[in-house]
């Protein structure tokens, strides 16, 4: 049984869940509109599925409910912020806002982020960007589940790159790809549907190729040893120039205490158009692209020529007509919650 929920709804239930257990109001405020716009967008990994951990982390004080967060400007156009074990979600925020900031003045900007926890979907800091006519850029790395290409087993996380630029006419473009396959959660889905994984999506303690869940143990890089080199790319980003962990040394989402703290890291870089082509001139161009590439003559007629973004622009008005899909056992932790997410039903 699927349940729909309403957007307007849940935000409003959501906010008031991280409330009473006493998470302040900067840091409820991202991490709500992050994952309600992330599971509008289609990306249900990444958005309101993972409210119940993050309900329980914050609980048992693996993520702080009133931060300390450090801004360190270091030069004209960088930064570092120690995000004090802050719930990832405000952290980046936090640290895109000045990357912005620093951009805005010096034309381009790069802020690293140590001591963070998991900050849901990259696109909710590029976009940040992109809505201030920049072009922005957002890191982070992740405990290693990713098969380092040619080993048996993970060194690297799903390290995701995201790119987001705005556009004349519709809102920003937005690449935001992990280097696996696909995200972990997509395999904790298929457990949970006692559902068999495409071949090629993950492997098994020795190393070997298998479509079952539940003796997987990582996952596989995108483009083999591209997707393997692009996420050691990320995790040097991240990690090694803000002093954080590798992905090899970081504590995994699910199977570690509760109470241990993770320290991700996040890295984030934009660009101010202004400083190189009046925003206007450039948003009409990157929409001639656009629009160019989405005319071209598709192989398959009743399957359009898209760009990167398309799919979840699509979903995004979909899901605020019909709601956001959640399934039974999802729906299940929400009510152990608090039963007033009945509330929230597309009625």
Not at 183 to 199: D, F, T
Request: net charge neutral; hydrophobic share 40%.
């Amino acid at each position: 049984m699927a349940y729909q929920l309403d957007a307007a709804k849940l935000t409003i239930w959501l906010t008031a869940q991280f409330k009473s257990i006493g998470l302040n109001d900067q840091s409820t405020r991202h991490v709500v509109e992050s994952m309600v716009s992330t599971s509008l967008r289609g990306v249900d990994s990444h958005g309101i599925n993972l409210f119940p951990h993050y309900h329980r982390a914050i609980q048992s004080e693996r993520i702080k409910r009133n931060p300390n967060m450090q801004f360190h400007q270091t030069a004209a156009s960088t930064g570092t912020v120690d995000a004090d074990h802050a719930i990832g979600h405000h952290a980046g925020a936090f640290a895109m806002e000045r990357a912005i900031a620093l951009a805005r003045e010096s034309g381009m900007s790069a802020v690293g982020v140590k001591d963070s926890t998991h900050f849901g979907a990259a696109a909710y800091f590029g976009l940040m960007a992109a809505k201030q006519d920049m072009i922005g850029f957002s890191f982070t790395n992740a405990d290693a589940l990713v098969k380092a290409h040619g080993a048996k087993e993970a060194f690297f996380g799903t390290n995701p790159i995201c790119f987001c630029a705005p556009l004349d006419k519709e809102e920003p473009f937005c690449l935001d790809m992990a280097t696996s396959t696909v995200s972990w959660n997509k395999i904790i889905n298929l457990r949970r549907e006692n559902g068999r994984a495409p071949e090629g999506w993950a492997y098994d303690a020795e190393g070997n190729v298998t479509t079952d869940p539940n003796v997987a143990r990582s996952l596989s890089p995108v483009g083999g040893y591209k997707g393997y080199g692009l996420g050691m790319m990320v995790d040097v980003l991240c990690s090694l120039l803000v002093g954080g962990l590798i992905g090899k040394d970081m504590l995994p989402m699910y199977t570690s205490p509760i109470t241990a703290r993770r320290r991700i890291s996040h890295f984030f870089m934009v660009l101010n158009i202004e400083k190189f082509i009046a925003p206007e001139a450039f948003k009409k161009n990157l929409q001639q692209m656009v629009d160019r590439l989405r005319s071209l003559a598709p192989l398959d007629p009743d399957v359009p020529v898209m760009v990167a973004g398309d799919p979840e622009k699509r979903m995004e008005r979909h899901r605020l007509t019909t709601g956001i899909p959640m399934d039974e056992s999802k729906f299940g932790e929400y009510a152990q919650i608090d039963d007033g997410i009945r509330d929230c039903l597309v009625r």
